[in-house]
């Protein structure tokens, strides 16, 4: 037990930082494999979104950790704007209204940088707080923010934001109890909502045992890559066999084409992300940098969490939820995000560095 948590024991900041970059760069190059065996004729657009994100990514690792707390108030208020807008503009795309449609660049998904805003709003609001403080109070203003997202309605990505609050929460130290009775008042709120949309009540139906078609497809394609897989570009499940191959579902579509050592290697990838960005966290509390501390905290569950979730969906070990595979999944948005998170990440352990 204390071998497997010493790889949790904090190194130099900076090079475990380096280390989630690197593993962050790795899976995005796997992604644009992805997008070319699966998306075709999207891989420059893919690529042109990469570029920009490494390039957004490195910037926001730069930036002072005072002014980046500074601008958690204003991030938030700016992803509720882009929220708001999008329920009132946005076009009506699997009979939700998730994506702002923008000129010569495609479709701009709000909810995924409401992400990285709540976990920057998240991070300054706890930092703040002294140990017998109610944390409650101090986090109600992401409501409204998971409020919008569910009137996309977009119920998997409710349920993530819920869950990357609760999570920091606990780290804060919350009172269990008081995060349960607000968890059921939260699902109650879900289930209601579930149950009038359609598409969210057949998602449903998997707590009685009934797997959807994308579902079985998926694990059509693991059984048929299996060890080595059947080398990239020659899987037959992108060809319109398994819906949402390239987003939501590209990992099937990754173990047929690259089998079970190429899905191994991207479980090791966002583990290894896991690990550095748990070490980065660990060396800001013991050096009392409280706000670096819930931001790397944030933005590495953030990012791992959301792969276990898409990976649980995959493998049919949970309902489906529309929530992608982050830096996999084909769509600007959801890359944006995660390197984003990343760049959180590395500017935390170079900001520690730097005060050594």
């Known amino acids: 037990m204390k071998a497997a948590l010493d790889i949790f024991r904090p190194r130099a900041p900076e090079a475990d930082a ?14 644009l494999l992805c997008v070319y065996s699966f998306g075709g004729d999207q891989v420059v657009r893919q690529a042109v979104w990469a570029a920009l994100a490494v390039a957004a990514a490195t910037a926001v690792s730069r930036i002072p950790l005072p002014v980046l707390r500074s601008a958690a108030a204003p991030a938030l208020a700016v992803a509720g704007a882009l929220l708001a807008l999008a329920l009132l503009v946005a076009p009506t795309i699997a009979g939700t209204k998730r994506w702002l449609v923008i000129p010569s660049v495609g479709v701009f998904q709000p909810s995924e940088i409401a992400k990285i805003a709540v976990v920057l709003f998240l991070s300054s609001r706890l930092a703040d707080a002294r140990p017998r403080d109610p944390l409650l109070p101090r986090v109600w203003h992401v409501v409204p923010v998971c409020v919008l997202v569910l009137l996309a309605p977009d119920l998997g990505t409710t349920v993530f934001l819920a869950a990357v609050i609760t999570a920091l929460l606990l780290v804060a130290g919350a009172r269990v109890g008081r995060l349960l009775v607000a968890g059921v008042a939260a699902a109650v ?24 078609y994308q579902q079985v ?28 191959g390239h987003t939501d579902f590209v990992l099937p579509n990754l173990g047929e ?9 991207v479980g090791l990838l966002f583990g290894l992300l ?22 790397a905290c944030g933005a590495t569950f953030l990012v791992v969490f959301q792969a276990v979730v898409n990976m649980a969906v995959a493998t049919a070990a949970a309902p489906t939820k529309g929530i992608s595979l982050p830096f996999l999944s084909q769509g600007g948005s959801n890359l944006l995000a995660a390197l984003l998170a990343t760049g959180l990440i590395v500017n935390v352990g170079r900001s520690l560095e730097a005060r050594r």
């Open 274 to 295: 896991c690990v550095y960005g748990v070490r980065v966290a660990i060396a800001a509390a013991r050096r009392r940098e409280m706000f670096g501390f819930y931001l």
């Open 217 to 244: 497809q998926a694990l059509i394609a693991f059984g048929s890559g299996g060890l080595m897989g059947n080398g990239l570009g020659a899987g037959r499940q992108k060809l319109d066999y398994l819906p949402a």
């Open 189 to 212: 709120l879900l289930l209601v909502v579930a149950s009038q949309v359609p598409y969210m009540r057949k998602r449903l139906d998997f707590f009685e045992g009934e797997l959807n």
């Open 257 to 265: 084409e690259l089998g079970f050592l190429g899905v191994a290697l």
């Open 18 to 31: 380096l280390g989630a970059f690197v593993a962050a760069l790795v899976l995005t190059g796997i992604g």
